[in-house]
Each structure stands twice: as C-alpha cells, then as structure tokens.
C-alpha cells in the first residue's frame, strides 16, 4: 500500500513538472508569436519574389553571412571600436552627471532651480546639429565620438539624478537625523538607496541612446565600428551585409536593455523587500 501511494505521489509530481514545462513552452511561443510569424513572412517574401531580393535579404541569407563575419573576425573588431567608444562616453558622463545631480538635488536647490530651465534647453538640443562643432573642436578622431556620446548621455543621467535626490522621502531624512546617524552614513545608506531608482532610469535610458547615436556619428566620420560597418555595406551595396550588421545592432540594443534591468533587480532589491503597510 505504501509504495502504490509513493509510486503515485512520484507519477503526480512528474505530472505537475510536465505541466508546468508545457505551460512555460506555452506561454513562450504565444509570447513570440508574432516574431515567429514576422521571421516566416520576411523569409519567404523574397524567396518567392513579393519582394526583390536585392533589396531585402532572407533571414537565414542574412545569418550565414552574420556567422562569416564573426568566424572571420571583422564583426567581433567593429563591435569592439563601437562598445568601447559608447563605454567610454557613457562612463565619464555617469562620473559627471551622477555627482553633480546629488549636489544640485540635495544642498544647491536655489541654485538648481534657476539652472534646471538651461539644462532641460540643453538636454533638448539635437546632438547631430553639434556634430560638425564637435569635428572642429575634437578633429575627426576617437575624442569627437566619445565627446559626442558624453553630451549625449550626461543630460539624462543628471536630470534623473536631480529628481531622484528631490524624491527622497523627507520623513525617511528627518528619522535618520534623529537617531543620530552621521553624514556618510545618511548618504550611503539612506539618500542613496532611495534615488537608485531615478539614477539607474537616467543610466539606462543614456546607454541606449549612447549607443544608437555611435552608430549614426561612425556613419559620418569613422574607419571602424558597426555604424561604419552599416555605411560601408550600403555604398558597396552589401545587402546581406547590411542587415547582418543591422540584426547585430539590434541585439547589442536589446542585450543592453536586459543587463541594465537585472543589475536593477540585484542592486534595487529592496522595492522588492520592503515591508507593506
């Protein structure tokens, strides 16, 4: 009697894991139905002749030609020029943006007031239309890319720095003062945690747009890179090339994306931990 229950307790429990495996498999493929179909459409339209293939590639044309680029090398060394210019760019902004925003949002409030309105003007201003000042102050060279991705990224991380530090919950503040908690400890473990949320929306939303804006200032003025890489394949009228690098760019995007949400939820894990009242 004893082992019938536990042969049937074993074949209930494989049951339930089938079931959540199939549930799970599921809710993947309605999830990306749609890009499922959009693939089937792209591959067969050109196949067929709906539309000329020498203007848009077949999907699997366009990943045998991505796999020869990275099996050969060129694809890793642009892909290298381009991450490393957005790294660069992104990373002095962030040592700019995030230090200044906490002492504007925090001790120079007055002063913040008065200088929020030429920022936003600035943060505004189409970095494309400052491309050429860049060239002549920078030369056409690795420092008027990084300068450019700077600008454009440090709007962002210093205006969300600043409401972030003004969204600080002031009972949180005047709790801490009254325990007798010191000033690094304030900041470290009170006013810091607290603007993480706005901070770390400003450093996504400059990543994303640091690296996209690479793409299009290596299309003016650069020898490598994938925006390079994307400019060269259109004038030698590359398309399978073209889109390889265009798809390669996509998930560079959407990779981005993903890093930055899982470093919010390992870092910002106490949203998740607070108590509820």
């Known amino acids: 009697m004893e082992a019938t229950l536990k042969k049937t307790a074993i074949k209930t429990k494989e049951g339930g894991e089938q079931g959540r495996i199939l549930a799970r498999v599921q809710s993947l493929f309605f999830d990306n139905l749609s890009i499922i179909v959009f693939l089937i459409i792209w591959e067969i339209a050109p196949r067929i002749g709906l539309v000329p293939q020498t203007f848009i590639s077949p999907p699997t044309l366009v990943l045998s030609t991505l796999w020869d ?7 890793i060394i642009h892909v290298k020029a381009s ?5 660069f760019g992104f990373v002095l902004a962030a040592v700019v943006g995030i230090p200044l925003g906490f002492f504007l949002g925090g001790w120079f409030r007055l002063f913040e007031r008065i200088v929020t309105p030429v920022l936003r003007l600035l943060a505004e201003v189409n970095p494309f239309s400052l491309f050429p000042v860049f060239i002549l102050i920078f ?14 990224c440090l709007w962002p991380i210093l205006l969300n720095t600043i409401t972030g530090v003004q969204n ?4 949180l503040v005047k709790s801490a003062r009254s ?8 900041f470290f473990k009170v ?3 607290a603007a993480s949320p706005g901070i770390f929306h400003g450093l996504k939303t400059s990543c994303n747009t640091a690296f996209f804006m690479l793409i299009a200032a290596e299309m003016i003025g650069a020898s490598s890179g994938l925006g390079w890489l994307v400019f060269n394949a259109q004038n030698n009228y590359q398309i399978p090339k073209l889109f390889a690098t265009t798809v390669t760019i996509s998930v560079l995007g959407l990779s981005l994306n993903y890093l930055f949400a899982e470093l919010e939820k390992r870092i910002i894990n106490w949203k998740e931990n607070a108590p509820e009242y």
């Open 168 to 171: 600080v919950d002031e009972l």
């Open 179 to 186: 325990m007798g908690v010191t000033a690094a400890n304030m």
């Open 69 to 75: 680029l990275v099996a050969n090398g060129i694809m």
């Open 139 to 152: 030369g056409i060279g690795e420092i008027s890319k990084v300068s450019m991705i700077f600008w454009v």
């Open 191 to 193: 006013v810091l945690p």
């Open 83 to 87: 991450l490393l210019r957005a790294l």
